[in-house]
């Protein structure tokens, strides 16, 4: 497989592109990316079989179940992160390795409807807490200790959208390279 087709399957929407300017068009555009997530996701995966859901999106890549599993995974330490920039001041989160958590039983094989479950709710929540967010808000911060970056609740909101759009491609372009 070529360079360019092994990127385009690693990222089909393309890396995420930090904004010049978090316009409140685009705050509101991306918080209703990440409320709608959980139904585009499972409008995807709800009829699909177990081995399909055991089929990995690229070559050495995730299987459908893995990426399911860790879009809640990543987006429950995005709601967590988020709570923690709201009541501390520019807290250090903790970082997790998703790729040893990608390959734990429940990843590997559970069923994904406690997950989309938990999803539902979860982005309930981060839909309802990111349309509240004032501009002071939008501005607060953590630093994410892989690299001392420091990361707005702006730049987070952005960055999950992508994130759950960016999987949810991973999925679509499975079931289209399939014929599911």
Known sequence: MEN??????????????????????????????????????????????DEQLNTPYRPEGWTVRQLIHHCAESHMN?????????????????????????????????????????LEGLHFRLGYIMKNLSKADLEKTFIHPENNSIVSLKQIIGTYAWHGNHHLAHITGLKKQKGW
């Open 4 to 49: 360019l087709d092994l990127e385009k399957l690693k990222y089909p929407i393309g890396k995420f592109i930090t904004p010049d300017t978090y316009s409140p068009d685009y705050i509101s555009i991306k918080i209703e990316e990440i409320s709608t997530f959980p139904e585009r996701l499972k409008k995807e995966v709800i009829n699909l079989s």
């Open 78 to 118: 995005c709601f967590i992160r988020i709570k923690w920039a709201l009541t501390e001041d520019n807290p250090i989160i903790k970082a997790y390795h998703e790729d040893l958590w990608a390959e734990l039983p429940d990843n590997l094989t559970m069923p994904i409807q406690p997950t989309l479950s938990l």
